[in-house]
C-alpha cells in the first residue's frame, strides 16, 4: 500500500485553536492526506504558524529543524510578517474542528477595520473593513458556542444578519477581539442584550471592549450608559486596556481605576514585556489583586507571570 502525503501541524503560540492551521488541515483532509497536530517524527509537509512576533525567533528554528528532518515547511503568521495569505481554495473552506477537538466553531466574519490604531498591525495585514464569511459559513451545526475573532465586529455592514444567525440559533458567543464602544448606540445595545455572549472559555456571561487611549473616555463611559440602559450590565462588560504606548502610569492607572468605579472589569494588555512597572500593574489588576490592595502598595517582589 502507497503511503499517504503526511502532515504536521504547529502551533507556536497560545492555547486558542489556530484557524489558519484548521482550515489547512481540512483542505489537505480532502485530498486524502493524513494530518497530525503536534506531532513528532517525519513528515512529508510541516506547518508552522506564529501569530505573535514575540515568538518568532522560536518559529525560525523550529523551522530549521523541521527541514533538517527532511519535511517541506511552511512558515507563516503575522508574528513573521504581514504577507502571508491562505490560498483562496483554503481560506473559503470550513475549519477542521477535529483538529483540536473542541466543542465551538470560530472565524470572521469581517476583515480589516474602520480604526488605523498605530499600535495595531490590523491596517497594514488586512487594509479597510470588509464583509468576509456570514456565521454560517464557519458554523459547524452540531455546536452551541461561537467565537469571532472579527477585529471590529458591529462596524461591518452585515453585523445585524450575522448577530440574527447567533440569535436564532440560540449560539453562546464570544466576540474575542473586542467590540468598539465608541460607535455603540441604542440599536447595538438592544441587540447584545439579547445575545448570549461570554469570555472565551464560555465560564462567564461577558462582554469584550477596548480602553487603549485615555481620549475616548467620554466614548467610554456614553457607550456603559448605552448598554446598561438596555439591560447589559456593567459587572458583565470587559475592557482591554493597553499600556506602555503612548501613556505613562498614571494614565493607565486612571483608566484602570476608572473602568472598576464604573462596575466593569479591565484587563492590562503590554505593548512591551520588558518594564517591570508595567508588569506588575498587569499582575495586579489581571490577577484582581486590586481588589485587596491599592497599586502603591502593591509588593512587586511577588512575582509570577501576569
Same mark, same amino acid.
Given at each position: 500500500m502507497t503511503p499517504k502525503f503526511t502532515v504536521n501541524m504547529v502551533p507556536l503560540d497560545g492555547p486558542m485553536p489556530n484557524l489558519a492551521l484548521m482550515k489547512l488541515s481540512a483542505w489537505h483532509k480532502e485530498q486524502g492526506h493524513k494530518v497530525t497536530l503536534k506531532g513528532t517524527g517525519g513528515y512529508d509537509h510541516v506547518y508552522l504558524s506564529c501569530v505573535f512576533s514575540e515568538n518568532a525567533a522560536r518559529a525560525r528554528s523550529a523551522k530549521v529543524m523541521w527541514e533538517a528532518?527532511?519535511?517541506?515547511?511552511?512558515?507563516?503568521?503575522?508574528?513573521?510578517?504581514?504577507?502571508?495569505?491562505?490560498?483562496? /481554495?483554503? /481560506?473559503?473552506? #470550513?475549519?477542521?474542528?477535529?483538529?483540536?477537538?473542541?466543542?465551538?466553531?470560530?472565524?470572521?466574519?469581517?476583515?480589516?477595520c474602520i480604526r488605523a490604531c498605530p499600535f495595531c498591525i490590523v491596517p497594514k495585514k488586512e487594509g479597510r473593513m470588509m464583509d468576509h464569511h456570514p456565521v454560517e459559513h464557519f458554523h459547524h451545526p452540531e455546536h452551541e458556542k461561537i467565537i469571532l475573532l472579527d477585529n471590529n465586529f458591529m462596524a461591518s455592514p452585515r453585523w445585524r444578519e450575522n448577530i440574527q444567525y447567533i440569535q436564532e440559533h440560540k449560539l453562546m458567543v464570544n466576540f474575542s477581539q473586542g467590540l468598539d464602544i465608541r460607535i455603540m448606540d441604542d440599536e447595538q445595545g438592544a441587540a447584545l442584550a439579547a445575545t448570549k455572549c461570554y469570555n472565551w472559555k464560555f465560564t462567564t456571561p461577558q462582554i469584550h471592549f477596548?480602553?487603549?487611549?485615555? #481620549?475616548?473616555?467620554?466614548?467610554?463611559?456614553?457607550?456603559?450608559?448605552?448598554? /446598561?440602559?438596555?439591560?447589559?450590565?456593567?459587572?458583565?462588560?470587559?475592557?482591554?486596556?493597553?499600556?506602555?504606548?503612548?501613556?505613562?502610569?498614571?494614565?493607565d492607572l486612571h483608566r484602570i481605576e476608572t473602568l472598576h468605579d464604573l462596575g466593569c472589569l479591565a484587563y492590562v494588555m503590554r505593548y512591551h514585556k520588558d518594564d517591570s512597572r508595567l508588569n506588575d500593574l498587569a499582575r495586579w489588576v489581571n490577577r484582581r489583586l486590586h481588589k485587596v490592595v491599592p497599586f502603591n502598595q502593591y509588593d512587586s517582589s511577588v512575582r509570577g507571570s501576569a
Amino acid at each position: 500500500m502507497t503511503p499517504k502525503f503526511t502532515v504536521n501541524m504547529v502551533p507556536l503560540d497560545g492555547p486558542m485553536p489556530n484557524l489558519a492551521l484548521m482550515k489547512l488541515s481540512a483542505w489537505h483532509k480532502e485530498q486524502g492526506h493524513k494530518v497530525t497536530l503536534k506531532g513528532t517524527g517525519g513528515y512529508d509537509h510541516v506547518y508552522l504558524s506564529c501569530v505573535f512576533s514575540e515568538n518568532a525567533a522560536r518559529a525560525r528554528s523550529a523551522k530549521v529543524m523541521w527541514e533538517a528532518l527532511g519535511a517541506e515547511v511552511t512558515l507563516g503568521g503575522s508574528g513573521v510578517g504581514y504577507d502571508n495569505r491562505l490560498p483562496e /481554495e483554503v /481560506e473559503n473552506i #470550513k475549519p477542521d474542528y477535529d483538529l483540536y477537538g473542541y466543542d465551538y466553531s470560530m472565524g470572521f466574519t469581517s476583515r480589516g477595520c474602520i480604526r488605523a490604531c498605530p499600535f495595531c498591525i490590523v491596517p497594514k495585514k488586512e487594509g479597510r473593513m470588509m464583509d468576509h464569511h456570514p456565521v454560517e459559513h464557519f458554523h459547524h451545526p452540531e455546536h452551541e458556542k461561537i467565537i469571532l475573532l472579527d477585529n471590529n465586529f458591529m462596524a461591518s455592514p452585515r453585523w445585524r444578519e450575522n448577530i440574527q444567525y447567533i440569535q436564532e440559533h440560540k449560539l453562546m458567543v464570544n466576540f474575542s477581539q473586542g467590540l468598539d464602544i465608541r460607535i455603540m448606540d441604542d440599536e447595538q445595545g438592544a441587540a447584545l442584550a439579547a445575545t448570549k455572549c461570554y469570555n472565551w472559555k464560555f465560564t462567564t456571561p461577558q462582554i469584550h471592549f477596548a480602553f487603549d487611549d485615555p #481620549k475616548i473616555e467620554p466614548a467610554v463611559r456614553r457607550g456603559i450608559d448605552i448598554l /446598561e440602559r438596555n439591560g447589559v450590565k456593567p459587572y458583565k462588560l470587559m475592557f482591554y486596556v493597553l499600556v506602555g504606548f503612548n501613556t505613562d502610569i498614571e494614565q493607565d492607572l486612571h483608566r484602570i481605576e476608572t473602568l472598576h468605579d464604573l462596575g466593569c472589569l479591565a484587563y492590562v494588555m503590554r505593548y512591551h514585556k520588558d518594564d517591570s512597572r508595567l508588569n506588575d500593574l498587569a499582575r495586579w489588576v489581571n490577577r484582581r489583586l486590586h481588589k485587596v490592595v491599592p497599586f502603591n502598595q502593591y509588593d512587586s517582589s511577588v512575582r509570577g507571570s501576569a
